[in-house]
Structure formats: structure tokens, C-alpha cells
């Protein structure tokens, strides 16, 4: 059985950090794009940041670039999301995905395994 477990998220003031971090089992990270998702209160689910486990290349919206570093650690098969200088506006349930039918680094719409999502909060 594929199975993500996030885990990591929290209240955090403004302008602190957090790690997320998302284990998988039933499967190994190898070849496939691992995505971080978040949705926000009355919002759309929005890509984060995405990964290439094969090769490296990532994505990151245009929201938290320079703020936020995604790693895979495939050996650990375990994906993590650095966020720093957090933002009120990064409050949201954060999801990882993973996506193993190979489409698009970081269209949602290919990802067809998710976790159950964290909550991510900042105070002002």
C-alpha cells in the first residue's frame, strides 16, 4: 500500500521557520516527482515546490522562491520542505504528493498519491 505521512507543521510567528517532512512506504521515491501542495482557508490547492527524485530539478512557486528549499532524500524515502521567513500568507494545509504517472514537474492534476496534509500557521 502507497502511503505519505507529513508531519513537521505548526503555529510559528512571522518570519520563523519550519521543515516539513513527508515519509513514503509501499513505494521508493526513484524516478517519480514529489510535490509540496497547499490550501488555504476558502482557497484552491496551489503547487508549492516540486522535485524530480531522477534528476534534481525543482520547481517553486513564484511566492516562496528564495524562501523555501525542497530536498528528496531518496535513500531515506523521505521528501522535505525547508520553509523560512514565513509569511501570514503561507498559512495553509500543506500536502505531499507524489507523482508516479510522469507528467509535469508540478501539475497537480498527475499527482495521484497524496498524504494527509499538515497545518502550517503564522501569526502576524
Known amino acids: 500500500e502507497v502511503k505519505l505521512v507529513e508531519s513537521g507543521g505548526g503555529l510559528v510567528q512571522a518570519g520563523g521557520s519550519l521543515r516539513l517532512s513527508c515519509a513514503a512506504s509501499?513505494?521508493?521515491?526513484?524516478?517519480?516527482?514529489i510535490g509540496w501542495f497547499r490550501q488555504a482557508p476558502g482557497k484552491g490547492r496551489e503547487g508549492v515546490s516540486c522535485?524530480?527524485?531522477?534528476?534534481?530539478?525543482?520547481y517553486y512557486a513564484d511566492s516562496v522562491e528564495g524562501r523555501f528549499t525542497i530536498v528528496s532524500d531518496n535513500a531515506k524515502n523521505t521528501a522535505y520542505l525547508q520553509m523560512d521567513d514565513l509569511k501570514p500568507e503561507d498559512t495553509a494545509v500543506y500536502y505531499c504528493a507524489v507523482d508516479t504517472l510522469g507528467g509535469s514537474l508540478c501539475s497537480e492534476t498527475w499527482y495521484d498519491h497524496w498524504g494527509q496534509g499538515t497545518q502550517v500557521t503564522v501569526s502576524s
Open positions: 522535485i524530480s527524485s531522477s534528476d534534481g530539478t525543482t
Open positions: 509501499g513505494f521508493t521515491f526513484g524516478g517519480y516527482h
